[in-house]
């Protein structure tokens, strides 16, 4: 374990990374990384368990940032295990860069998600739980039981609708495979987050069936036994919330503190406040892209301790395939992508089909082809028809992650996000369903799945403006346009970042499935 005084300075190095990044960026969100400083540096160099020489690692715990503005002080972490150079933090928000103004999914560097709109990342995390537990419960993989799941969610993303919608789902479930911190600092862009919001989020939480822990969250002792009490707890997740400074070390001009001011939280602290600061923290203003000899010695000390924590992690995986070859199969089959051999043309479909009843047919026949299958419906199985997935299954309860359905209740974006989750955990096929009228709902999360490349099959039925029972609030009009014009979207790859397909009869619907399940 290292002294507090050397983890302090590792936060302290990381404080003044961030806000030399922004202000050669001339643009960017410098205080909210200073405060989360501390809980970075104490996760990444005590608790996550990673392979420093396979970032691929299906065992890894995973960290995901929901707050995207704060990139600064990921990148700057992540510079100290290896996963970037001091010249790319240089080029923060440039054209081109590695290290754009919110992070962008990449394995290889340590990033498990594009953080896109607030809320949406720490749901992510969310459905990364399910995986991890729906895998182990299907194969017994010890490595899966083992797994963690830490999110880092800020005052923004506690605002967010969404936020509701994860912590009830989480909650219950019992998911106790899910660590979450909420930096609670009282800044926000415009105003302090007292004219905005009189909740007590900490009840809120247990009222949701969450374990939840008070901390200074700038407290190295303190950090550490809110982690270590949340790996102990069972049959509930964790919200760590840690009352951070936002700007933590910051001064003006005129040397009086700049902490706790929302003029840190979007904009470079500029001129004598950035080289006053700079110095407060024990820095050089004129040469700030460094790392301390005796910071980088933490994280190399780490690395060793993950080459040793993984050796053990994959003898214990090595064994449990020896003594289980079949299911070590599907995991490596699951995880590669590949896929079932299924007679498409053998499927029957009873003639003048409605769609979505041809749908339920197929999702039927996947149901009990498909082992790593998980499909979601927003109370509306019965409706959508994925209960012809539902029918071959059962659905997810507390303790029991056996079955391959999840209740999502009254939540499409939530929904949506969770199933994003799990596709970036992997070795899992998302599928989820609702009215095409709620895609509207959905469509930040549709962006980011189709942004990150993911493989999560939406399905919407009753998608006609003939829906005229329930009346116009219900008729899907521009919708098809909307998501139709996705498919214009082009990822980095320069490939269309989505496939819309709306079958006219049954037959094209098992021909859409074929499709969707081999794209």
């Given at each position: ?21 922004v ?35 299906e ?14 002080m ?33 394995y290889?560097?340590g ?13 992510y ?5 399910i ?16 797994e ?14 969404i936020s ?25 862009l415009?105003?302090?987050?007292s004219?905005?919001t009189?909740?007590?989020?900490a ?8 374990e ?23 049959g ?22 700049y902490?706790?001011?929302c ?15 700079i ?31 993984c ?16 299911k ?36 039927g026949?996947?149901?009990?082809n ?10 509306l ?5 994925t ?58 999360a ?10 999560v ?48 009869d ?14």
């Amino acid at each position: 374990m290292h002294s507090i005084e050397t983890l302090n300075k590792a936060a302290d190095n990381i404080r003044i990374l961030s806000a030399a990044m922004v202000e050669k960026a001339k643009s960017g969100h410098p205080g909210g990384a200073m405060g989360g400083a501390d809980f970075i540096s104490v996760l990444y160099s005590e608790y996550l368990n990673y392979d420093p020489e396979n970032p691929l690692w299906e065992g890894r715990d995973r960290f995901f940032l929901d707050p995207g503005h704060m990139s600064p002080m990921l990148y700057a972490q992540l510079t100290m295990t290896g996963h970037f150079t001091m010249a790319e933090l240089k080029q923060l928000r440039q054209w081109g860069s590695p290290t754009p103004g919110h992070p962008e999914l990449n394995y290889a560097r340590g990033i498990e998600n594009s953080s896109g709109p607030l809320g949406q990342g720490h749901t992510y995390a969310v459905g990364a739980a399910i995986a991890a537990k729906c895998l182990y419960a299907r194969t017994g993989n010890p490595t899966f039981q083992k797994e963690t799941i830490y999110a880092y969610i800020s005052d923004g993303g506690i605002q967010e609708e969404i936020s509701q919608g994860a912590a009830r789902i989480a909650g219950t479930l019992g998911l106790d495979n899910l660590v979450m911190f909420y930096d609670a600092n009282d800044i926000q862009l415009s105003t302090e987050t007292s004219v905005v919001t009189n909740e007590d989020t900490a009840a809120k939480y247990r009222a949701l069936g969450w374990e939840v822990f008070s901390i200074d969250g700038n407290n190295v002792t303190e950090i550490r036994q809110a982690l270590d009490a949340a790996k102990k707890v069972c049959g509930k997740p964790t919200l760590i919330i840690g009352h951070c400074v936002m700007g933590k070390g910051a001064l003006k001009a005129d040397g009086s503190s700049y902490e706790r001011n929302c003029g840190t939280h979007g904009a470079p602290l500029g001129g004598d406040a950035y080289r006053n600061t700079i110095k407060n923290l024990g820095g050089d203003p004129d040469n700030a892209f460094i790392i301390w000899d005796e910071v980088q010695e933490i994280f190399n000390t780490r690395r060793e301790e993950l080459k040793a924590i993984c050796a053990e992690r994959h003898a214990e995986e090595s064994a449990w395939a020896v003594a289980n070859p079949e299911k070590a199969q599907n995991l490596e089959d699951w995880f590669a992508g590949k896929q079932p051999a299924i007679d498409w043309a053998a499927i029957e479909q009873k003639a003048d089909s409605p769609t979505r009843n041809a749908s339920a047919t197929v999702l039927g026949i996947l149901a009990e082809n498909y082992g790593n299958m998980i499909c979601s419906s927003a109370d509306l199985s019965n409706s959508d028809k994925t209960d012809g997935f539902l029918k071959k299954t059962h659905a997810f309860t507390p303790g029991d992650f056996s079955g391959a359905f999840l209740h999502a209740g009254v939540s499409e974006l939530t929904m949506a996000c969770c199933c994003i989750g799990m596709a970036l955990h992997g070795g899992v096929i998302p599928a989820c369903g609702t009215f095409f009228v709620f895609s509207d709902y959905m469509k930040p999360a549709i962006r980011m799945s189709a942004l990150m490349r993911l493989k999560v099959i939406y399905i919407w039925t009753h998608d006609s403006f003939r829906v005229g029972e329930d009346g116009p609030t219900h008729q899907p009009i521009e919708h098809e346009q909307q998501i139709r014009l996705m498919e214009q979207v082009h990822n980095h790859q320069g490939e269309r970042s989505m496939v819309v397909l709306r079958p006219a009869d049954a037959e094209e619907t098992a021909v859409a499935w074929q499709y969707a399940m081999s794209e």
